[in-house]
């Protein structure tokens, strides 16, 4: 005969149980680390399947360095280059440790994957919810697809991750990492906006975020200086303003559309920075507008973090994470080059949300949405780059339509995080006229 308790549990007892045996499980690091290992083999597995489209760039990469080495002919110290001089340290280290082409590649992977193990050992162990945003980051990186590990951008993503995790408790050293990432390529630099703007005091701005960015480009400078690249390590910017409208960029979406019916608009490549670009009058003033569109974009985002910041003290920690969600993506949907990796910028920090959040603030509410849209962005962003690229560059609908529903959505969750600043800094208002 059962006893009083086997007939206490019900179905429904007995199915939460196992949802939260499952959850446990999930929970384990053992589970995450296989999660890990099955994701990164899948992306580099795919890596090598669209090697040239995936791995070109990295090749890029071997070549400057190649030619620095044997020839003593090197970025920024020796003539005017498209990245920072910073982008020279990771792209140095596989040259140091190899010979041949190959297996730079598989140092350079190699050690995308560990910058990435760094930073989902830190994101896994912030709390409340860090296991939980490892599971929301491994599938974005999955949905983007391989692009991220054969670029400079498959590093940015865990430095910009690991200094929005430390920013609320060492803000000093998210600002460093922010730094180091800028000088590598610029979108690290959209945390040290966030950082600068929510700064509570001049003190602390000054400790905190002057400081540790002064020290960090003194030091790069310095270097530049010391190998004679003093009139080349600002170059950078003017390398980018010389580029042309990119055929996967936001502002490109319109050409790319009308190209369905209009086959006046020619797409062509660019010899000398390897890009599809848009030809013709019309691109050429969007690429110029655009140029004037994105510094004033980021300023005036800057500005409303800080804003957001004096109205709602309380949610300092909320606006950095949302600022520079609103910066990294007004660094896309401004910017006259589209390229696919840009993508990984904006995984960050939906995930250090999800890890830092929590139901009292609204975490939920907040970021459920923008974590959907983000990992469609990724999945439509791989759809494109590499495996539609030929028919989204001959100007195929499907691929089209495509890239332009992946760009709207770009659109979309720039909006959301600027229109959430907005109602942070409202509320603190309504709240004050209501005493």
Not at 123 to 145: D, E, Y
Not at 319 to 325: E, K, Q, R, T
Request: proline share 6%; with cysteine.
């Amino acid at each position: 005969m059962p006893s009083s308790s086997d007939l206490s549990t019900t179905p429904e007892a007995a199915g939460n149980d196992v949802l939260r045996s499952a959850i446990r499980v999930l929970s384990s690091w053992p589970a995450l680390w296989v999660a890990f290992a099955l994701a990164h083999g899948w992306i580099i597995l795919q890596a090598w399947v669209f090697e040239a489209q995936i791995l070109g760039d990295v090749h890029l990469y071997e070549w400057w360095v190649r030619n620095g080495v044997n020839a003593d002919w090197w970025p920024v110290f020796n003539y005017d280059w498209v990245y920072p001089l910073g982008a020279l340290a990771p792209m140095a280290i596989p040259a140091l440790v190899t010979e041949s082409t190959p297996a730079y590649d598989w140092v350079w992977m190699a050690m995308v994957t560990v910058a990435n193990a760094c930073a989902v050992v830190v994101l896994g162990r912030a709390r409340p919810r860090g296991r939980a945003a490892v599971w929301f980051w491994l599938a974005f990186l999955v949905a983007l697809g391989p692009i991220w590990i054969g670029r400079l951008d498959g590093l940015l993503a865990p430095i910009i991750l690991v200094a929005l995790l430390v920013a609320a408790r060492r803000p000093a050293l998210a600002m460093t990492l922010a730094t180091i990432g800028a000088w590598i390529k610029i979108a690290p630099g959209a945390v040290a906006l966030a950082l600068a703007a929510t700064a509570s005091s001049a003190k602390e701005f000054l400790r905190n975020v002057v400081l540790p960015g002064a020290a960090v480009s003194a030091v790069v400078i310095g270097v530049a200086f010391a190998g004679g690249g003093q009139d080349n390590v600002l170059d950078v910017f003017g390398e980018q303003g010389d580029r042309q409208l990119q055929v996967e960029a936001v502002g490109a979406t319109p050409f790319t559309v009308a190209r369905l019916w209009d086959p006046s608009i020619q797409v062509e490549y660019d010899k000398v920075i390897y890009t599809y670009e848009v030809q013709g009058a019309g691109a050429d003033a969007v690429a110029q507008a655009l140029d004037v569109a994105l510094p004033v974009a980021a300023v005036l985002i800057a500005a409303l973090m800080w804003w957001a910041a004096r109205r709602r003290p309380d949610r300092v920690g909320d606006i950095v994470l949302l600022g520079a969600a609103a910066e990294l993506l007004a660094l896309i949907v401004f910017n006259k080059v589209g390229s696919p990796q840009f993508i990984a910028w904006i995984g960050p920090p939906i995930a250090a949300a999800i890890a830092l959040g929590s139901r009292a603030q609204g975490t939920r509410r907040t970021w459920f949405l923008p974590a959907l849209g983000t990992l469609v962005v990724a999945r439509l962003t791989m759809e494109i780059y590499p495996l539609q690229y030929g028919q989204f560059l001959g100007g195929w609908p499907l691929a089209t339509s495509v890239g332009a529903l992946r760009n709207l959505l770009l659109v979309a969750l720039l909006v959301g995080a600027v229109v959430r600043l907005v109602q942070l800094a409202v509320a603190r208002q309504v709240t004050s006229r209501a005493r």
